[in-house]
């Protein structure tokens, strides 16, 4: 069954430094997301991307996130100036039109 | 009221027993509803989309309700592997961002 595969699945960081957290969607999907979830919580929308852009994206994501599709696998989610409650558990997702969303394994974020 | 809302529980049943979680959203112009499964420290993982006429996939069956704008999941015959938090997914109009419920805990005992 295909996968959306993330890396690293834990990445410890200081706060302040920058953090690119990576993933492979599944290759025929035309929509990609990332969410997230601190612990506990739900899981929280952050932003989708659609041909090339980005098409939504939530109060969460504010200047200090960015998202890339530098190469047509790669989908990449940076936060640039981490904070300590940026720790969370980061999923990224892909689908089909009107199908249901495949998430990856997701990547678990400690900001120290 | 918040957009997806779901009962917390947890929900302990016993094995063999049937389950219903229902789930409530706010959007009337939603169009997509989904019920995802989350294992815990996991990603959550698709279980059903629910469908308008209700649909079922074997033990499962999901139902959508729109006038009363909310969702329901019924589980029959419980295993110990069911146990897990289950998560109400609804999208906000088009298809770009759904809207997680908090989910509701299940817990099956031997």
């Known amino acids: 069954e295909p996968e959306v595969t993330q890396t690293p699945s834990h990445q410890v960081t200081q706060m302040g430094q920058e953090v690119i957290l990576r993933c492979v969607p599944i290759?025929?999907?035309?929509?990609f997301y990332w969410y997230r979830q601190i612990l506990g919580q739900k899981v929280e929308f952050l932003v989708s991307f659609y041909n090339n852009e980005i098409s939504e994206k939530s109060e969460i994501f504010d200047d200090q996130f960015s998202v890339e599709r530098p190469d047509g696998s790669n989908f990449t989610l940076k936060i640039r100036s981490t904070k300590l409650e940026d720790s969370a558990m980061y999923f990224c997702a892909s689908r089909l039109e009107a199908h249901g969303y495949t998430f990856g394994s997701g990547t678990r974020l400690t900001v120290v | 009221r918040k957009e997806v809302e779901q009962d917390p529980g947890p929900f302990n049943v016993p094995e063999g027993a049937t389950v219903a979680f229902n789930c409530t959203y706010s959007n009337s112009a939603s169009q997509s509803f989904f019920w995802y499964r989350q294992d815990c420290r996991k990603e959550p993982k698709l279980l059903m989309s629910v469908y308008s006429s209700g649909n079922e996939d074997g033990r499962f069956t999901a139902q959508l309700n729109r006038a009363s704008q909310y969702i329901s999941l019924l589980i029959r015959d419980s295993k110990l592997s069911d146990s897990a938090t289950y998560l109400c997914v609804v999208n906000s109009g088009g298809y770009q961002k759904v809207t997680f419920g908090t989910g509701t805990k299940l817990q099956v005992i031997p």
């Open positions: 290759s025929n999907h035309l929509y």
